[in-house]
């Protein structure tokens, strides 16, 4: 009744009228006051108190720090020395199991670093195998286009709702032509190589083992190196330039057949 009195008169309540009515209302009467002694929980500046309250203070800490630590009961020697033979095992296999970890780690990043280099230097030959048979092949169906995609994830196993079980990781190269792709694919201690037909080449690791690999180079590294072999096959590459000119031919020769066919 009074606010409304006084809006009738003056519109508003002046800033002292507005502080004045919040401090007498009651609902501010029925909370805690604003400067709360934070000490008696232990958290106060004890600097600023009384010799008793300063006492109080230090037993209710002393109190806390006990009841975090068990109520400060004193363990036996039994099982002290439980304690620490368990922690001692513990740390030893955590230890263990941290250089198998970083030894494993080590070993697959020096993997991923051969097959890629190795990946990369046959990409370059016969990416250059390619731009040279162009010459003659440009404009026919076969001429090549060549791509290197890097490390790719991919699925390599689906269930019967065609959901994926299983990936793996790759280094991928290919040369296509109108017919055919020439695939490389670099994973884990080997690179295998494809020859499927281009309309399928994007399938990747799902048509590529329907069709089973062409050639396979297995890779070891060693402390004097890298090592790398041909599988299953009577012909025996010297190098890998050697190894990729037998690559390039098969590419080509399998178009061909089937252009005559």
Request: charged residues 30%.
């Amino acid at each position: 009744m009074v606010r409304n009195e006084m809006r009738g008169n003056r519109g508003h309540l002046t800033k002292e009228e507005s502080r004045k009515f919040v401090d007498v209302h009651p609902a501010s009467q029925n909370g805690l006051p604003r400067n709360i002694d934070k000490t008696m929980f232990g958290h106060g500046e004890s600097h600023s108190l009384d010799d008793k309250t300063r006492g109080q203070v230090r037993s209710h800490m002393a109190l806390s720090e006990q009841f975090l630590t068990g109520f400060g009961v004193e363990r036996s020697e039994k099982v002290m020395s439980w304690m620490d033979k368990l922690k001692e095992d513990s740390e030893k296999f955590l230890y263990s199991r941290r250089d198998d970890l970083i030894e494993d780690e080590m070993k697959a990043n020096m993997y991923r670093s051969a097959i890629s280099y190795l990946v990369d230097k046959m990409f370059q030959d016969l990416r250059w195998f390619a731009h040279e048979y162009n010459k003659v092949a440009h404009g026919t169906p076969l001429q090549i286009s060549s791509s290197i995609l890097g490390e790719v994830t991919e699925v390599v196993r689906v269930n019967s709702k065609r959901e994926a079980e299983e990936t793996a990781t790759f280094f991928r190269a290919r040369l296509s032509n109108r017919r055919h792709s020439l695939v490389m694919r670099g994973g884990a201690n080997k690179i295998d190589f494809y020859i499927v037909p281009v309309s399928q080449s994007m399938a990747t690791s799902v048509v590529e083992m329907g069709y089973g690999p062409m050639a396979t180079i297995m890779v070891k590294v060693t402390q004097s190196g890298l090592n790398w072999r041909l599988l299953d096959s009577d012909f025996n590459p010297a190098s890998i330039e050697e190894f990729c000119m037998w690559l390039f031919g098969e590419f080509v020769e399998a178009t061909r057949q089937e252009l005559e066919d």
